[in-house]
C-alpha cells in the first residue's frame, strides 16, 4: 500500500512537471508566431490584394491586438487577434478565413452600417507555418523546472 501512494504521489509530480514544460514551450511558440504575425501586418492606406497578410490603416489596432494564450484544457496555445468592445462584425476571422462581417461603410458624415464579403487574408497562418520549424528546438532548449 505505501508503494502504491508513493507511486501515484511521484507518477503526479512527473505530470504536473511535464505539463508545466509543455506549457513553457508552447508560449515561447505563440510568441514567436505572435511577433511573425504583427511583422507581416504591413502598413499602406489601401487594401491588402487577396491571399496577402491585410494592410493596417490608421491607429494599427488588428495589429496591437494579436495575443496568445494556452489553454489548459485543449493543451494547445491559442494565437489570434482580439474583438474589440465597441466593434461590429467579426473583421479579424473574417480577415484570416474570409467571409462576411458588418463594417462602417461610405463618406465621412454619411457612414451607415453594412454588411460586406471580405476576401481571406490569412495572417496567423503564414506566421504559425513559418515559425513551426523552431518548434522541437524549442523542446530542446529549454530546462525542466526552470
Do not use: C
Request: aromatic fraction near 8%.
Amino acid at each position: 500500500m505505501n508503494i502504491f501512494r508513493k507511486f501515484v504521489s511521484e507518477y503526479s509530480q512527473v505530470v504536473k512537471a511535464a505539463d508545466r514544460q509543455t506549457q513553457r514551450v508552447y508560449n515561447k511558440f505563440g510568441a514567436f508566431a505572435r511577433r511573425t504575425a504583427k511583422g507581416l501586418i504591413r502598413k499602406f492606406k489601401k487594401p491588402s490584394k487577396p491571399g496577402r497578410p491585410p494592410h493596417s490603416h490608421g491607429r494599427e489596432l488588428l495589429k496591437k491586438f494579436i495575443f496568445f494564450t494556452w489553454d489548459p484544457t485543449a493543451r494547445s496555445e491559442l494565437i489570434g487577434a482580439a474583438k474589440l468592445n465597441g466593434t461590429i462584425g467579426d473583421a479579424p476571422s473574417a480577415l484570416e478565413h474570409g467571409g462576411k462581417s458588418r463594417a462602417r461603410v461610405g463618406r465621412k458624415g454619411h457612414k451607415h452600417v453594412e454588411t460586406v464579403t471580405i476576401a481571406a487574408r490569412p495572417y496567423i497562418g503564414p506566421a504559425v507555418t513559418k515559425e513551426l520549424p523552431k518548434l522541437p528546438g524549442l523542446w530542446s532548449s529549454t530546462r525542466p523546472g526552470v
